[in-house]
């Protein structure tokens, strides 16, 4: 409780060392303590430290739930491991445990973040098979992989399909779809995304400025 206490307060620190010092009181870790301990060191970037949790827990005969495995996930996703996250992504799965929206989000992202679009949609596809609800970090893990992957139409696709998902589309998504077409050479849809921006309450000032977009005009609607 001690261990879980500290790491909801964000005392991370305290929470890791708590943790270790369970065993001189001969206090076996169960896995609620566990699941904070790895969430902990995903707070803290320590993705290392976290996958050996996660094997301790194995050897130990605990067995792991979604919130250590989500947390594991992250943990590799912000330390930029997508092959580690992707690969306890289908541990998960063939432990018959079924991932949550963080799960997805978190792994998504890390695809992203290496530019491995074809993932991505793949795991928002799966995702939505499995009635689990993308939220707007789904989603802009998703347009970012695209962007980076120069799928354009991918990017529009997706940011079209948000409304009907009842995602509403945040400043990183709509700077994501842009980037999309401006490195796909759509200039014209690229005015039609800045030009839609006002109307959905997205401030235009937090963006890059797209460039060379002078020469063109756009009347067409995203959503028409």
């Not at 250590?68 to 930029?80: N, R």
């Not at 793949?122 to 789904?138: D, G, Y």
């Not at 039609?192 to 309450?201: S, T």
Request: proline residues 4%.
């Amino acid at each position: 409780a001690a261990v879980s206490a500290c790491e909801k307060g964000s005392q991370w620190q305290w929470a890791l060392s708590l943790f270790a010092e369970m065993p001189l009181y001969e206090v076996i870790p169960d896995v609620i303590t566990y699941s904070a301990a790895v969430s902990a060191c995903e707070k803290q970037g320590c993705w290392q430290r976290a996958l050996s949790l996660l094997a301790e827990m194995a050897s130990k005969k605990v067995d792991p739930n979604v919130i250590s495995y989500s947390a594991a996930v992250s943990a590799c996703q912000k330390g930029g491991c997508w092959q580690h996250a992707l690969s306890l992504f289908t541990d998960m799965l063939r432990s018959k445990i079924s991932p949550d929206v963080i799960s997805y989000s978190a792994v998504m992202s890390a695809c992203a973040q290496a530019g491995h679009w074809q993932w991505a949609l793949s795991l928002l596809a799966k995702m939505q098979l499995s009635e689990t609800w993308p939220n707007v970090i789904s989603f802009t893990a998703a347009v970012s992989a695209c962007e980076r992957g120069g799928q354009w139409q991918h990017a529009l696709s997706l940011l079209a399909e948000m409304p009907f998902r009842k995602v509403c589309p945040d400043v990183i998504i709509w700077h994501a779809a842009v980037s999309a077409c401006e490195k796909g050479g759509q200039l014209r849809w690229t005015l039609c995304l800045l030009d839609e921006m006002p109307l959905k309450n997205v401030c235009m000032f937090q963006l890059a400025p797209p460039k060379n977009l002078s020469r063109f005009g756009c009347s067409v609607s995203l959503y028409n």
